[in-house]
């Protein structure tokens, strides 16, 4: 159909359709106008194939990770402390569901990884970094934004690194920290000491600089070349042993007991495993 014809739109009387048909078909023009539809190469059966449109499922659940993560960003700005640090476990959660249920349900495609990639720079780069900055760093001068940056600089970087290296590197270890990780230490930290009353007035200094030391250095581990664990390996879809299931009901009634200082301690000893690892691996000269 020539775009350019000024009757190629006009159907027939015969063929005309309702004016409801024909207001819906407008719209969806109008909107066409407004949105490119994405179109995206694939590889089936060795052919180069282009699909349209995105995935709904795996989006929905990247785009409550950006939304968690922005609503902890609103929250900190509005003093909210905990509510912020909760908001970034939300975002974790969101993740961590995301990329699996792409894989379960076939659904993995370039876009849904860009989007998540960006929605992870949102929710586990810039949210921790402004949360734990205007709660602790405002007061620092240079070095409270001077180490929010480290952080914010060093999960761009790691996240760059990891697109680029997502086909070849080992799926059952990362390197470097990774960022949901990272911003669960931050998140949890802000929580424990809300928790203790340390907000505002009464946040020691010497606290706030050991903050800002700890934002630094969590913000250099995602950068270095240390391995971690990624858990990729579990199969959540086969059988386990009964204690598994026992063993889970005991870590979740423990978290639940004092959930962010829990939290902060189990995210404190992942961080270090990956130089702990290193230096083990050093010794033993491998």
């Excluded at 978290?255 to 902060?264: G, H, K, Q």
Aim: net charge negative.
């Amino acid at each position: 159909m020539d775009n350019h014809d000024p009757g190629a739109h006009r159907a027939p009387p015969e063929q005309a359709g309702t004016g409801e048909q024909q207001g819906t078909t407008g719209s969806t023009a109008g909107l066409e106008l407004l949105v490119d539809e994405h179109e995206e190469e694939v590889s089936v059966g060795g052919r180069t194939e282009r699909h349209r449109g995105v995935y709904l499922l795996p989006n929905l659940f990247t785009t409550g990770a950006l939304f968690a993560g922005f609503y902890a960003i609103i929250s900190a700005l509005r003093g909210n402390y905990e509510a912020a640090a909760i908001a970034v476990f939300v975002a974790m959660v969101f993740d961590g569901l995301d990329g699996r249920v792409a894989r379960l349900t076939n659904t993995s495609s370039k876009f849904g990884a860009e989007y998540d990639s960006l929605a992870d720079m949102v929710s586990f780069g810039v949210a921790p970094a402004l949360v734990v900055f205007s709660w602790a760093l405002d007061g620092l001068g240079k070095f409270g934004w001077s180490v929010a940056f480290i952080y914010v600089a060093c999960a761009a970087l790691r996240l760059a690194r990891f697109n680029t290296r997502i086909d070849t590197a080992d799926k059952n270890y990362f390197t470097g920290l990774a960022s949901p990780a990272a911003a669960a230490i931050i998140a949890s930290t802000v929580w424990a000491c809300q928790d203790e009353g340390w907000v505002g007035a009464g946040l020691p200094y010497e606290l706030s600089v050991i903050v800002g030391l700890l934002t630094a250095v969590v913000g250099v581990l995602m950068i270095a070349n240390f391995p971690y664990h990624s858990f990729k390996g579990i199969d959540f879809k086969g059988r386990v042993p009964f204690v598994v299931m026992i063993l889970v009901v005991l870590v979740f009634g423990l978290v639940t007991v004092d959930p962010p200082r829990i939290l902060l301690l189990a995210f404190l000893v992942y961080a270090a495993s990956g130089p702990v690892t290193r230096f083990l691996k050093w010794r033993r000269g491998v």
